[in-house]
């Protein structure tokens, strides 16, 4: 078996048991609509400037809920040591990492598909206009945050306190995404295209997907066997 078919059956074998026990989507899920909702009744703003901090709002959600997801992608490896029969096969670690991410981009995609028409019917938004390159935005920031969000959970899969530290570990690294996101996702919203400054950030999106999943690619063995 190569490493992108061990990779895919990873992916399957997470998306089987996730779609039957529905931990990590009802959970993430559930809190995005919450979170939506709050924020709906405690911000009181005209329509400008609910326009103006519509992608910033909607990307932290989505960071959040990214969170709740990528924190089980090697936890549910824990019990019975399942992790330590993975890293013995003869599938290479970066498979078992990219099938983890994979499995991660899904399960949030899913959420994101949930609640983004939660997020237009309280906001008033009109997320449909541009929404081809909505979609593009959408699936260039939730690779990042999944890969990365993997990444830190392979390295605090055996930390006690895991649920805390991956937050701690993962929002700083996710500066640069969400900023670029935000922005793109706000100038969509507004009926602009994605040209100028909107270009540019778009290129941030794709430049951070590309370096950190070849250096999480590139050091995930040594994450998960050191």
């Given at each position: 078996m190569s490493g992108l078919q061990a990779a895919w059956a990873i992916a399957r074998k997470d998306l089987r048991t996730e779609l039957r026990t529905k931990e990590?989507?009802?959970?993430?899920?559930?809190?995005?609509?919450?979170?939506?909702?709050?924020?709906?009744?405690?911000?009181?703003?005209?329509?400008?400037?609910?326009y103006a901090i519509s992608g910033g709002l909607l990307w932290l959600v989505y960071s959040f809920a990214g969170a709740l997801i990528v924190n089980r992608g090697?936890?549910?490896?824990?019990?019975?040591?399942c992790l330590d029969v993975l890293l013995a096969?003869?599938?290479p670690a970066w498979s078992l990492f990219v099938g983890k991410a994979v499995s991660a981009f899904f399960l949030l995609m899913i959420v994101e598909a949930i609640s983004l028409p939660v997020f237009?019917?309280?906001y008033n938004i009109r997320w449909m206009q541009n929404f081809p390159q909505l979609l593009v935005v959408i699936?260039?920031?939730?690779?990042?945050?999944?890969?990365?969000?993997?990444?830190?959970?392979a390295v605090t899969v055996n930390v006690r306190l895991r649920e805390?530290?991956?937050?701690?570990?993962?929002?700083?690294?996710?500066?640069?995404?969400?900023?670029?996101?935000?922005?793109?996702?706000?100038?969509?919203?507004?009926?602009?295209?994605?040209?100028?400054?909107?270009a540019s950030s778009l290129r941030l999106l794709v430049g951070f997907d590309a370096i950190y999943t070849a250096l999480a690619v590139y050091l995930i063995e040594y994450v998960l066997i050191v």
């Open positions: 990590s989507i009802n959970a993430a899920a559930s809190f995005a609509l919450v979170i939506l909702v709050l924020f709906s009744f405690a911000f009181d703003l005209g329509r400008e400037e609910l090697f936890a549910r490896e824990v019990p019975n040591d096969s003869p599938a237009g019917l309280f699936l260039l920031a939730t690779w990042g945050i999944t890969v990365v969000g993997t990444a830190f959970s805390l530290m991956l937050p701690v570990l993962l929002y700083p690294v996710l500066i640069p995404l969400l900023i670029g996101a935000m922005g793109t996702t706000t100038a969509l919203f507004a009926g602009e295209s994605l040209a100028g400054d909107n």
